[in-house]
């Protein structure tokens, strides 16, 4: 029976690989294979499981002034405010009108 690996087709036979290494002979792979395979597992057993691990990011200090990004405290404090005014208006208002009132909203800001 002829034995071809299964990744390069060359013929593999236990007597093609070191006499250290025949115990761990694999008849569907020739011996350069078998080692690519197992340098293969031994960097991926090496690899962190998450993808950023070992990567910093750096941080920069951003000048207030500069900074364009919205303070997230100062917009809860408005929603908040803008939800009892919201509740004070529903009161008023049919609920065709908030339906209506709420689609302008959406639709011109």
């Known amino acids: 029976m002829i034995r071809n690996c299964k990744v390069c087709g060359k013929y593999s036979d236990i007597f093609e690989w070191p006499e250290e ?12 294979c078998y080692l690519d395979q197992k340098a293969e597992e031994a960097e991926e057993a090496q690899r962190p499981d998450d993808p950023d691990a070992g990567y910093c990011t750096p941080t920069e200090d951003v000048d207030p002034e500069d900074d364009d990004t919205p303070d997230l405290n100062q917009s809860e404090e408005n929603s908040e405010e803008s939800e009892v005014e919201d509740d ?22």
Do not use: A, H, P, V
């Not at 290494?21 to 350069?32: A, D, F, G, I, T």
């Not at 689609?103 to 800001?109: A, K, V, Y």
């Open 21 to 32: 290494e025949r115990e761990n002979y694999k008849s569907n792979l020739c011996y350069q």
């Open 88 to 109: 004070k208006e529903s009161d008023i208002m049919s609920d065709e009108e908030q339906s209506i009132k709420n689609i302008r909203e959406l639709l011109f800001g």
